[in-house]
Structure formats: C-alpha cells, structure tokens
C-alpha cells in the first residue's frame, strides 16, 4: 500500500475551495474560546445539521469535544485578519474582533456573512480531528460575500472579479507616519502594516486617508504621494502617502519602529517590504523619490526634496 505523507496529502486536500468560518464555544470555566475552521459543512435541513473538525492540536480542543452549545461564524471578504486572529493569535483572541453574544452566551463574529447558533448533536473521534455535529438552534445571514480559501491562500471573489474588469479596481490608500525617526507600523500575524483605507475611487484617497488616521487616532499631516502601484494579480490599486505624526503616541496598536529597524522587520506583502526599505534609506537623506510602477517593477521619480 503507498505511503500517505501527511504533509503532502494536506496540500492535496488544500486544492479543495472552501470559505473560512470562525467556531466558537466557552470552556469549562464559561471563558470563549475560538479558531477558525474551513472544515465547516452542511449536513442536514430537516433536522438542521452541521459539521466542523476541531484538532486534538487546538488548546481549546478539551472545550470543544465537550461543549453542548457553539456557533460557527462564516467570515466575509475583508475578514482575513480575523481569520489569522483566530488562527495564530495566542493572547485574547476576542479582545482583538468585534463579536456579539448570541443566546447561549457564545460569541459570534461581527461582520460575518451568516452565523449559526447550535447545541451539540454528535462528536465523534476522528483521527488526528473529531467530528463535531452540531443542531442549528439560530441563524442569521447578510448580505455580501464569503471570505475564500484554496492552497492555503485566502482569495475574495470581488476582487477576482474587480481584476478581470479594470474599470472596477480596488483603490488602497495608506500613509507612511513618520514619528521621531521612526514609522507607524501594526503588527499583525502576516506581518507589520501601515494604516490604509479603502477609497471608494481615486480621487478621494486623501480625504479617505484622513478620516482613517482620524478614526486611529493618529495626529498627522498628511504629506505628498510617495508611492503609486497597481497589483494586476488582485486588481489593486495602491498609493501611499508620506505623513508626519505630530502627536506620537501610539494609538490604536501601531507602534512607532525606528527607520534603522525596518530592514529585518516581515510585512504583509513585498511590495510592502521593499516600499519601507527604500523610505528607510531616502529618510537618512531627506532626498524622497516617487515610485510609480506595479506591485513587481516601476521606477524611481526625483522629486523636490522636502523636509
Ligand atoms: C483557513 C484555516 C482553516 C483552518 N481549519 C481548521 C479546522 O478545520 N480545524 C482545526 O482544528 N484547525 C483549523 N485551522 C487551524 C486552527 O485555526 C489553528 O490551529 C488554531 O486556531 C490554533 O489555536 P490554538 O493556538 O488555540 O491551538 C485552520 C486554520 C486556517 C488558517
């Protein structure tokens, strides 16, 4: 017989779309647990039946082969941090997502594009996993789309579909705040971020930009465009602007890294990475240049230096 090597066989079931759920419950002691789950399925319409396979990995794993009540949240496009929270976070997962309580004192994940609450029908082991079935007791749906998962990359259909139509692109405005010799940076499980807003088109990023920093907390003037790219792969359109905070406390968990460390730091793409080592290098300087090119290639413009 051959030889099934997990590694290999979880890339094989990983070529299976699925959306991204959030499943939730409380321990023992009534402290919510969560993580989040693409093993979610339908069962059963009469009576209402679903399913999700929680790991004997999962610290929450006693909680959940033991639970009577939990709920599954499937995550909108847009929830990709949520689902990172409730899959790497170690700290309080719910402290960092908005969440309500649903009936059974579950939480439930805000924004999601249907959740449903359920008391446990069935757990049955299963391998490395158990099967937890559970009795829909509520649910609620809205409107919008799933959140995607395939080869272990999360994928929106909007943004498939904005790609094949270049009228229709996504406008990503964010602002390089600098603070003290240093810049304004989030941590998050796929590495650091800026702050960035989405513009409904390209001629409001400023305004958008603003009212983002605003709603932060952030005191800054916003600075000229630094930085202006496509990604034709998720039919983005990016541009950044430098900003100068002029209250530096770090609000809204952003933290103020120095220019010197931000060569060894991982952001959430390349275009990212190669965006702050370029600021980092022209900031020792003041002499800033602007990027106009797409996520891969573009070129470097001379612009009036300003302090
Ligand atoms: C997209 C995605 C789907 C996942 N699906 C499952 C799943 O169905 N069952 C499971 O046990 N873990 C799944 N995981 C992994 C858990 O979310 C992760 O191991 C868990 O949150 C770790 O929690 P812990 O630190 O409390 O052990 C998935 C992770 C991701 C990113």
Redesign the pocket.
């Known amino acids: 017989m051959k030889k099934i090597e997990p590694r290999a066989l979880r890339d094989a079931f990983g070529q299976f779309m699925t959306g991204?759920t959030v499943v939730t419950c409380l321990d023992e002691t009534g402290r919510p647990?969560g993580?989040?789950?693409?093993?979610?399925s339908s069962v059963s319409l009469t009576p209402p039946l679903l399913l999700?396979?929680?790991?004997k990995?999962?610290?929450?794993f006693k909680a959940f082969n033991a639970c009577e009540r939990f709920a599954v949240s499937v995550l909108s496009e847009g929830q990709e941090d949520i689902?990172?929270v409730?899959?790497?976070y170690?700290g309080d997962r719910f402290s960092r997502v908005g969440h309500a309580i649903d009936a059974s004192g579950v939480p439930v994940i805000e924004g999601a594009v249907a959740s449903f609450s359920c008391r446990t029908h069935q757990v049955m082991p299963a391998g490395d996993?158990a099967i937890l079935i559970g009795e829909v007791m509520d649910f609620s749906q809205s409107e919008g789309r799933g959140l995607g998962?395939a080869g272990g990359r999360?994928f929106s259909l909007g943004l498939e579909h904005k790609a094949r139509d270049p009228g229709a692109r996504t406008n990503i405005c964010g602002a390089l705040v600098e603070a003290n010799g240093g810049v304004l940076l989030k941590p998050s499980p796929e590495g650091y971020r800026l702050p960035e807003c989405v513009a409904p088109d390209r001629t409001s990023l400023r305004d958008c930009l603003r009212d983002e920093l605003q709603g932060l907390g952030m005191d800054v003037e916003l600075g000229p465009v630094y930085s202006v790219f496509d990604d034709q792969s998720q039919g983005i359109h990016f541009a950044y602007l430098r900003a100068q905070a002029t209250n530096v406390a770090s609000t809204a968990g952003y933290e103020n890294i120095p220019f010197s460390e931000l060569s060894g730091l991982t952001f959430r793409s390349a275009a990212t990475a190669h965006m702050l080592e370029r600021f980092a290098e022209e900031a020792r300087t003041r002499n800033f240049n602007l990027y106009l090119g797409d996520a891969v290639s573009g070129e470097t413009h001379q612009i009036q230096a300003r302090a």
């Open positions: 991204v647990v993580f989040t789950a693409n093993s979610f999700v396979c929680p790991g990995f999962l610290t929450s689902a990172n409730f899959a790497g170690k996993h998962y999360f």
